[in-house]
């Protein structure tokens, strides 16, 4: 059914009932028991309604009568199961919220691997097309809640408002599932109080609401009608209920002789939402139903971010071409008259590559590392004494005027300047002793990520020819190659968990700590989400208090002893039940990375993770090209 069919369905809906006009607009069911006044009517003019429909007619019934959320299913007639695909998409352009049901199948809630398995897919799609949140349930073989189960239906549904349906009224103590709920994070509990309707469990959802409290919506459902639902609602002080609000769905004879149809065919009737709302003394309101499929996104390959990133193995080969001769010379410079220290002055995504220099130069030359304080030359002009010190810029334009001020106090000073910027023609580059281009080529999208690489390469490439390490020198040799393989490895299954997240830690340590601060970056500028980076030392002491249950950790992991410490910090977030992605150069993460020399392992995970985080701002609704505020070229004093 196309938009066009599902606003006439909805049309069609628009009846007359009680003799008083139901209008488009907002017009009123005038009828005697809604005009009754008091305490009582102001009490239920609040309570939700929710409403279960399994296809396109009955969600476009469902919002027109005057649902306030709807239970997504099909297959009402089995008690709902998983809707479909297309269903989903339909129902993610309603003017109210979706939960779409997570059940595979009917029968039993006790489910097998494989079962499992679709569950969880099945609430990656529902978010996917941006649904409000999902209904799930499970129980174990001896009839307990399978907690395990929902608490990874939880966490992959993160960001999303989730149901515990009426698998709870199968438990000996449908109270008991309370506690769990709230201990799950689960927002709502569907139930009929263990009996067969609702009227009949009325104590016992009266008992479930009062354990409750404000912690976990309690939901009353079970055979509800206009005629007792204001009864019901009185007696166990629910603020929400749930119905099918439908009416037998006349079966053409020819299906039901072949079995394509059922008997107890139903379908959802608006008239009866409408009474729902009436009952309740709930304002009648007719909405419009525009129902549409929703707009394509863009594909993910056409970004600038994505191309760019793409081209990093090409300018990796070219830095490395290009300035060979340059670094061999530098190298016998160093070796031949060594620096007493060594300072970076960066910013940005520059700053987190001088930060892979920090642990890379001190690992091979055994040269302290510190990062220069801009601020120091541009806003407190103080003169600096370096005398004999390295001070490596980093930029990827070279014009930044504190980065100029802080350059230019160094060389005073008496360090070697040696410029690693994009722009050859720059201020830096005029400023510098020596320049090393990066060759990453021009750059459109605000998002840097084919010159962070070449910078990391630039670190790599100086600090391997200083320390006279051949094995390393024939590793970047064959980076390139490796680069190209890491920008086609899929890191898909970071999506669902991080579509709807509102905030989340990166790990790394080591080399890795440097991907780890650009990742997060990249989060906050292409996809708006909330990241901060730590090491995984760093994350057990303070941070470690925020983390939940569904909080989302991504890890970066070489396959050295550091990587070790990322394993372990990841399986530790896992055992408090945040979602974690790692990233294991290792081989024991959910997403996939190459293995190399350790000190290159990183520069691969970021160039995996480039192709990842693109993809995530397009579902997010974002343009990675162009976050809001931001300018490629930014000028701090």
Known sequence: MNARSLSSAADAHIRYYGGDAYRAGGAAIRCAAFRRS?????????????????????????????ADRIALCSSLALGGLTPTPGLLRQAAQSPVPVRAMIRPREGNFSYDAAERAAMLHDIDVARAEGLSGVVIGALTPDGELDVALLEEMVARAVGMDVTLHRAVDLLPDPVAAVEIAAELG??????????????????TIGRMRAQAGDRVEIMAGGTIRATDVAALVEETGVRAVHAAASRPRVAWAPALR??????????????????????????????????????????PAGTLMHNEAGEAPEAAARFLARNSATIARLAARLRRDPPPFIVTCARGSSDHAATYGKYLFETKTGITVASAAPSIASLYRAPLEAKGALCLAISQSGRSPDLLATAAAYKAGGALVVAMVNDEESPLAACADEVLPLCAGPERSIAATKSYITTLVAQAALAAAWASDAALQERLAALPDALSRAFALRWGAAIPPLV????????????????????????????????????????????????????????????????????DAAALFAERGAVTLLADAGGKGVLPALACDPVLEPILQIQSFYRMVN????????DPDAPPHLRKVTETR
Do not use: Q
């Open 615 to 622: 993809a995530l701002a397009i579902a997010r609704g974002n």
């Open 500 to 567: 709807g997240a509102r905030d989340l830690f990166v790990l790394g340590r080591g080399y890795g700590y440097a991907v780890a601060l650009e990742a997060a970056l990249k989060f906050k500028e292409t996809c708006g989400l909330h990241a901060e980076a730590f090491s995984a030392a760093e994350v057990r002491h303070g941070p470690m208090a925020i983390v939940r249950r569904g909080f989302p950790v991504l890890g970066f992991a070489s396959s050295d002893a550091s990587g070790d410490d990322v394993r």
């Open 258 to 299: 072949l079995g394509f149809e059922s008997e107890l065919a139903r379908t959802t009737d608006w008239e009866e939402v409408a009474r729902l709302r009436a009952a309740l003394r709930r304002p009648a309101t007719m909405r419009p139903v525009p129902i549409a499929a929703p707009p394509a996104k863009p594909d």
């Open 38 to 66: 008091g305490r009582k009517a102001e009490g239920m003019s609040n309570v939700l309604i929710e409403i279960r429909v399994d296809d396109a007619s009955g969600l476009a019934a469902a919002i027109a009568g005057g």
């Open 186 to 203: 689960i927002a709502t509990i569907l139930t009929s109080g263990g009996a067969r309707t609702a009227a009949a469990g009325a104590a």
